[in-house]
């Protein structure tokens, strides 16, 4: 059996996807599924296998935020279920779900219906480029995380190798949250390779799989 699972977690690809491909439309839910699926069988190519290899492609991400909320300085509210990135993310799963050899996973949208301050508005601060009476909505979004992906990632490579469905396993993703997942794959024969998209990895994660292969265009 030379079968090949690839994993990608959604959010890790679509944020580096406006860096790596920054000549396409990153709105365009079409373009990007059709991307996605370009880079899975670009991994068989460089692992030097056929298409018929393919076992089937994971993608992981959550359902778009779909609540009404009171914006934290201006006090004027904003329906998100209305917003493009809803819309684009809804668009987005649609496509997926109608490519061939794909299994969207989805988890849950976490949100405690505050707002937080943005990265970028926190390194403005700091450097007193900005002050506290400046700050506008924009400078805030929504406090969410994701929940229970991690833990479908996990629960589908433990799965794959007890069952031994695939020899090889690609994960796209640029953390470290899958490396006991990875180590239990190792222990059961699979082939694990990592593609953080040409983002820089710890160099202790290097003894947690057993290749680093990035396929996408490499961004400058």
């Known amino acids: 059996m030379s ?31 059709k991307t996605l699926f370009g880079m899975a069988l670009e991994h068989l190519k460089a ?16 359902p778009p935020l779909e609540k009404v909320l009171i914006k934290p300085v201006s006090g004027e509210s904003i329906d998100y279920s209305r917003t493009g990135a809803a819309a684009f993310r809804r668009d987005l799963h649609d496509q997926l779900r109608r490519q061939r050899k794909m299994a969207l996973r989805l988890g849950r949208l976490a949100d405690r219906g505050e707002w937080k301050l943005k990265h970028q508005a926190y390194q403005q601060l700091r450097d007193e480029s900005l002050y506290w009476d400046e700050l506008t909505d924009e400078h805030f979004e929504p406090d969410m995380r994701q929940t229970q992906v991690d833990m479908k990632i996990g629960i589908d490579i433990a799965a794959l190798a007890y069952k031994q469905q695939v020899d090889q396993i690609v994960l796209v993703a640029g ?12 222990y059961e024969g699979i082939d694990f390779i990592l593609d953080p998209m040409w983002q820089g990895i710890a160099p202790d994660l ?14 400058f």
């Not at 692992?47 to 959550?62: G, H, N, Q, S």
């Not at 953390?175 to 190792?186: G, Y």
Request: charged share 30%.
């Open 3 to 33: 079968n090949t699972a690839i994993l990608v977690d959604g959010a890790f690809f679509l944020a580096r996807y406006r860096k790596v491909w920054g000549d396409r439309d990153a709105t365009d839910a079409r373009t990007v599924a």
């Open 47 to 62: 692992l030097d296998r056929p298409r018929e290899a393919l076992y089937r492609i994971f993608f992981y991400d959550c």
């Open 175 to 186: 953390d470290a949250d899958f490396i006991p997942a990875a180590k239990l794959a190792r």
């Open 206 to 219: 290097h003894e947690h799989i057993d290749g680093l292969q990035s396929v996408c265009p490499r961004p």
